[in-house]
């Protein structure tokens, strides 16, 4: 999968499983994400995933993709933090240093995906 910001253009690593395809399946897919609680960018998808199978974590990691069931949210952090009581499914990891440039993003910032 690629993300692209900026007309930069950053490869993800993604972990196997039905998440991770049924996010491949609404591909290529251009997103505006908010900036929340000052470590990630989210935003709703336009159609419900599948998490069967996927890992879930409280703790979160600067440069990776997670998901979040309860409002169907695609989440690109920029920060390491534990968000305990939330638990959110990993979609894979973002190469290049993202976390960087998004730390200095704005309120929003918009991204393509695609595979």
């Not at 897919?29 to 470590?39: M, Y």
């Not at 976390?99 to 695609?114: A, F, H, P, Y």
Request: hydrophobic share 35%; net charge negative; charged share 25%.
């Amino acid at each position: 999968m690629e993300l692209v910001l900026n007309g930069q253009e950053y490869s993800v690593r993604t972990e196997a499983g039905s998440l991770t395809s049924s996010i491949e399946g609404m591909l290529p897919l251009t997103l505006k994400l908010s900036r929340s609680a000052d470590h990630e960018y989210y935003t709703s998808l336009p159609q419900t995933v599948s998490v069967d199978g996927a890992e879930s974590t409280s703790h979160v990691k600067a440069g990776w993709i997670y998901y979040f069931k309860d409002w169907n949210a695609f989440a690109l952090n920029f920060k390491e933090t534990d968000i305990a009581p939330y638990k959110v499914y990993v979609i894979g990891e973002v190469s290049g240093g993202i976390e960087r440039i998004l730390d200095e993003c704005g309120q929003s910032i918009e991204v393509t995906i695609r595979k």
